[in-house]
């Protein structure tokens, strides 16, 4: 009778530690789970970020066009009025 005792002790210990270890691992997964969310949600942020700064940059560069365009305009406007008063003066 005392080795059954045994036994029954040592086999509802490892039950328990069972029982414990499927707990740790059912929490374990759980918050796995939450991190991988986490992650995912924050990936998602920073593709947003960076296609909102890519959007900024082009309109950056589309800006450096048009400034360039218009000193390019006014420098021939420039050019075209003093062409015209320097012919009215020549007259």
């Known amino acids: 009778m005392a080795e059954e005792t045994k036994n029954g002790k040592a086999e509802n210990l490892f039950?328990?530690?069972g029982k414990k270890v499927d707990k740790f691992l059912e929490e374990l997964d759980?918050?796995?789970?939450?991190?991988?969310?986490e992650f995912e949600g924050k990936y998602e942020e920073l593709k947003q970020a960076a296609e909102k700064l890519k959007k900024e940059a082009e309109n950056k560069e589309r800006w450096k066009e048009v400034e360039a365009s218009l000193k390019?305009?006014?420098?021939?406007?420039?050019?075209?009025?003093?062409?015209?008063?320097?012919?009215?003066?020549?007259?």
């Open 15 to 17: 039950k328990n530690f």
């Open 30 to 37: 759980e918050a796995g789970g939450k991190l991988n969310k």
């Open 72 to 91: 390019k305009a006014g420098k021939e406007l420039e050019n075209a009025l003093k062409a015209a008063f320097k012919k009215k003066q020549d007259k």
